[in-house]
């Protein structure tokens, strides 16, 4: 290294008790393998959104305190494999937005400190049913995604209140998310729901849950509000199945669903 001010500049990987490591926007393709292990002891934050990224090292597993990894923005087609997250045990807050994400690996869901979970802008079309694992979960952002369905399990987040579902390929929202009490905030606009409907939806999350409870209590077993056959889009409008058999109309209070 040069001089400033008559010391000699250490190498980024000599600088001991760093807490806070932010290397975003600098066009990066790679990190050196040997580049953040002196760092593991005390490193707690690392920003590498907007770069080029599109591996990790695995020697990056041994950042073992890392409680917010922001790696948005980058070039990530899988999440990197070498990688050992399940020894990430106090990562709070993970940012996986702006990739090119098809699906996340089930070691994410054993992340269970973690608080906020971001996944939109990606090209995901399902997420594991191990997601419910993540009970601390508080924020989970999967807008502009391809997903056309959610596991049921999203309804075992009892600390979720936000949920953003925008600009995906939603038909239904699972039943089990009405179980969400302290669910503030859900987005849902740009998706071709028929479950909840849309006038449910804009009611805002207390209508939805309302919605959705009625559903999944329902005294006569609702098995499903869509049976496939005429109509728009293949569905039948106002009509439920009960005990496997289809009625028009009726008085229950969850008929015109679509």
């Known amino acids: ?85 399940n020894r990430w045990q106090s990562l709070t807050r993970l940012n996986l937005a702006g990739n090119k994400l098809c699906s996340i690996p089930v070691a994410v869901c054993s992340l269970f400190s973690l608080r906020d979970l971001g996944l939109s802008y990606n090209v995901l079309t399902a997420l594991p049913a191990e997601i419910g694992q993540l009970k601390a979960l508080t924020r989970l952002s999967l807008h502009h995604n391809r997903l056309s369905a959610l596991p049921t399990t999203v309804g075992g987040l009892p600390r979720l209140t936000e949920l953003t579902l925008n600009d995906n390929e939603l038909w239904v929202l699972p039943r089990e998310l009405g179980d969400i009490e302290g669910l503030q905030t859900l987005t849902t606009g740009c998706n071709p729901l028929m479950i909840p409907p849309p006038g449910v939806c804009r009611k805002g999350p207390s209508a939805v849950r309302s919605y959705l409870l009625a559903l999944k209590h329902h005294k006569d077993g609702l098995h499903s509000a869509l049976v496939f056959g005429g109509g728009f889009g293949g569905l039948h409008y106002g009509q439920t199945v009960r005990g496997g058999r289809s009625d028009e109309g009726g008085d229950s209070e969850v008929d015109g669903a679509v």
Do not use: Q, W
């Open 1 to 85: 290294g040069g001089e400033d001010g008559g010391h000699r500049r250490k190498p980024l990987v000599y600088i001991g008790g760093l807490t806070e490591l932010s290397l975003a926007a600098n066009l990066l393709k790679a990190i050196p393998p040997d580049a953040l292990t002196p760092l593991a002891p005390t490193l707690t934050v690392l920003r590498l959104e907007r770069n080029e990224l599109t591996d990790l090292p695995h020697e990056m597993s041994a950042c073992d305190r890392l409680t917010d990894l922001d790696l948005s923005e980058n070039k990530f087609t899988a999440f990197p494999p070498a990688l050992r997250i």
